[in-house]
């Protein structure tokens, strides 16, 4: 099973290596949504080859929603990833699989959409076509294994750890608010001290965060996978640990935690609150009242 | 090819209304597969009842699969699948490639993509055609110069949204509901947490006043832009909400039915007559969504979260007598005589009349039409046809 980290800053590559990393994922100018350093074409090449040259693997991170205005755009990464011979690009939009194809690259792809990713049979039909698929956020642990057995011809991976968005609004929800309350505006896009609290229920605070693409609003407690790793470790081939609002102290040791075992004990140790297991064991309902009593 | 005006219906009646007030064809949910899980009510026997009901009158029937699968859901699927083949529906709307292959495997099926996949480009559009999908519904998102590209583009047909609610997020890419409350908002659970209240803070600063933080957005109305659809020549105008009356059904697709009309006709009316028909129905507040671009806060809904409500819906038409010239009318909100009325007819009439007086099948007159349900009795020298809607004028 390979880490997957996110990159912040040039400067840290080496020590994500030191401390464990098996794959750096970049941010793509223009085509990555929560950016944490988006790249334009030239850094995307020197950052990619100072990775190399490391014997590390990089992946690009591709996340936006394809619009009919970026297909130009996206024809240009993608034919520089072509170009680099680039490890594999984790998407969102199956529209740069499509894409992708016309370069020769669709076993380069990694399709991770959040929410589509949830039955064997999308296993079956992606299998053979592209690189790998990220399993969806909102299905059970049994359902994980279940879709991994399913087919071995697709590499399999999970967004295990972090604060995991759940909502992507095209709406620049933030600013639109400061315009209707006629607030002073400041620096809003891409600021991560912005949270949303209920009203109902006490003390339940979801980040919120508004960007070049628009606005995301993400779960309250982090998500951990310590103990659900020992399941799936030999199943799955990334394991791509989530950046946003975690402090670099915080980053590095997840990092160690999910690769050693005393590390993960300093690390329940050091970081005990916040954190929860998603929806491991917590299957959805249909209707109301299906499965759960309110 | 005539650009098709697409109706929504959550149950036979309404689909039936939607078809007689100037559809060319209704969309529905089955009990299983189907995102509106509440809106959903048809068994096989309904569908088959109303395809033939639109068959009859060369108005087509599409049927909603557009759930995201687990593999629990599956269960059904093929059967269920080759009970629609036979049935003769017009299409499927899908979003799951489950669904697809097995459609395109064991049936004669039109495939539709649902827009639950936010398709908006081209590309997906041509990719999804290849893969034998006739149709494509595109996202919520997609601006009017957009689509206008994508249909320059695409192999595949499109559908566009013209009216009624919008998800806050990209169709199909939303847990709120999920992680909230545990219901899978695709898979037809969904509890509209975006349209829930919330402070907003910004670091430990409150920057909004008692929980007036809203992601809500008003609901689509698209009267502005219709003529610049047509002119496109996308394959369908559509229309949304499953779950919304028979009076909103009737008004909302008697209006653009209207609109296409005149368009075709070569004789629009001022856009000022068609907003004002559709004003009539129970909407939220709405605006343009996307179709101009970005959103502003001029599209998003604050400090007014409900349906505004609407009493002008006062009766349904059940038949005409004409021995007495008489309308029989099932009550559905308050009047008495002496209100003026407005009477809407399937094809497209309008007629007005003053209630002289109201009386009961007994034919005891009353005072009021004030019993929901109720059947009645009204006056009226012009013959007026069932399922026309009965307004009173405010």
Known sequence: ?294 | MLTELLAPAGNLYKAKIALLYGADAVYIGGKQFSLRARASNFDLSMIDELVGFAHEINKKVYVTMNMVFHDEDVYGLEDYLLGLDKIGVDAIICSNMIVIEKAKLLTNLEIHLSTQFSLTNSALANYFYDQGVKRVVLSREASLEEIKMIQDQSKADLEVFIHGGMCVSYSGRCTLSNYTVLRDANRGGCAHTCRWLYNLYQGDKLISDDYDFQMSSKDLEATNHIKDLLEMKVSSLKVEGRMKSIHYIATVINTYRMMIDDYQAGCMRPIDHYQNEIKKAENRLTSHGFFEGDTTVEQQLYNSRSEVPTKEFVGLVKAYDKNKKEIIIQQRNYFEPGDRLEILMPDKTIIHLKTQTIKDEEDTELDAARHPLQTIRISSPIEVVENSMVRKIT
């Open chain 1, 1 to 294: 099973m390979n880490i997957v980290a996110r990159l912040k800053t040039k400067d840290e590559i080496s020590h994500l290596i030191k401390i464990g990393t098996d794959i750096i994922m970049l941010d793509v100018s223009g085509f990555t949504a929560k950016p944490i350093n988006s790249l334009d074409q030239k850094e995307f090449t020197h950052i990619f080859k100072e990775i190399r040259e490391k014997q590390k693997k990089v992946y690009a991170y591709m996340n936006k929603m394809i619009h009919e205005t970026d297909l130009e755009q996206l024809r240009s990464w993608i034919s520089l990833f072509s170009e680099l011979d680039i490890d594999g690009i984790v998407i969102n939009d199956f529209t740069v699989y499509v894409i992708a194809e016309e370069y020769g690259l669709g076993k380069k792809i990694i399709y991770q959409p959040g929410t589509m990713n949830t039955n064997s049979f999308d296993a079956l039909f992606l299998a053979n076509k592209m690189k790998g698929m990220t399993l969806s956020k909102e299905i059970t642990l049994d359902e994980i294994v279940e879709i991994i057995k399913s087919t071995s011809e697709i590499e399999y991976s999970i967004v295990g750890h972090g604060f995991i968005d759940m909502f992507y609004s095209k709406r620049k929800l933030i600013t639109n608010y400061f315009i209707h309350k006629q607030l002073k505006v400041n620096q809003i896009k891409n600021n991560h001290q912005f949270v949303l609290e209920e009203k109902t229920r006490d003390s339940i605070y979801y980040p919120i965060l508004e960007d070049e693409v628009g606005t995301h609003i993400f779960r309250d407690k982090k998500l951990k996978s310590f103990e659900e790793m020992k399941i799936l470790e030999d199943m799955i081939s990334d394991f791509f640990i989530e950046r946003l609002f975690i402090d670099d102290e915080e980053y590095y040791d997840t990092i160690r935690a999910y690769i050693d075992n005393e590390a993960r004990k300093k690390f329940e140790k050091k970081y005990i609150s916040n954190f929860n297991s998603g929806f491991y064991y917590l299957p959805t309902e249909k209707t109301k009242g299906e499965r759960h009593v309110d």
